[in-house]
């Protein structure tokens, strides 16, 4: 799997717009890209998946640049709620062999009023 | 149920004893994992199934720690000997698939203390 790389924190104020980027410099062809997010006592959630360019849902956007060696993920006007630690995975997309679900360290991103 | 299940919630033992928790996956899901996670600390990889199969077991920090899946749903995980350092929350894992482009739904946790 490829090895990621993310800041350890990140602090906002309430309606900014969070940039956390993710390095994969030896992300693989069959390799997607996947962000989860861990509030305190909680187990992880999943919050976007992206391959290539950009991926928009209702929590955030992931933008992807052309070489995929590193990954974006945007949360637009956060909120104290938004307070959470952010995962950034990369793995293969078809494959029993092995673990497809290995978690760095995160970012701990701190949102103040 | 709607999500994954884990048990106990809260787990306390004394040193020495062996504890047993179990995760109820999300009906359908082929895929499994457990992690353990120390208070402020990243997620750990302890084992995933594939199945009842277990291709990655490498995770796992002593032969005091098994797991196993049966029926291909249900998954217990085993400390024998219990020491001090494996207090931790316990988290479990599943999806469709083992894919990194399914999305895993994770259980509350079992947070054990051993003292």
């Known amino acids: 799997l490829a090895k990621t790389t993310q800041p350890i924190s990140m602090d906002s104020y309430e309606g900014q717009e969070v940039n956390i980027t993710c390095s994969h410099n030896n992300i693989a062809t069959n390799d997607y890209i996947t962000w989860y997010q861990q509030f305190p006592s909680q187990g992880p959630r999943f919050i976007i998946q992206?391959?290539?360019t950009k991926v928009t849902n209702e929590v955030a956007s992931l933008f992807i640049p052309a070489d995929r060696k590193s990954s974006t993920l945007s949360l637009p006007r956060v909120s104290l709620s938004d307070t959470a630690v952010y995962y950034c995975?990369?793995?293969?997309?078809?494959?029993?062999?092995?673990?497809?679900?290995?978690f760095g360290g995160g970012t701990r991103l701190m949102v103040k009023p | 149920g709607a999500g994954v299940s884990q048990s106990p919630s809260n787990k306390v033992t004394e040193k020495g004893k062996d504890v047993e928790l179990r995760c109820d996956p999300i009906s359908g899901h082929t895929a499994l994992y457990w992690y353990r996670q120390s208070l402020g600390q990243g997620l750990e990889f302890l084992i995933y199934?594939?199945?009842?199969?277990?291709?990655?077991k490498s995770g796992l920090p002593s032969d005091r720690f098994s797991a196993e899946r049966t029926g291909g749903s249900v998954s217990t995980l085993t400390i024998q000997r219990t020491q001090q350092e494996d207090s931790a929350v316990y988290l479990c894992?599943?999806?469709?698939?083992?894919?990194?482009?399914?999305?895993?739904?994770f259980g509350q946790g079992t947070r054990l203390t051993v003292v």
């Open positions: 894992a599943s999806s469709v698939q083992g894919a990194a482009n399914t999305e895993a739904f």
């Open positions: 992206g391959y290539k």
């Open positions: 995975l990369v793995g293969e997309g078809h494959n029993n062999a092995g673990n497809m679900l290995t």
């Open positions: 199934f594939q199945g009842n199969s277990a291709p990655d």
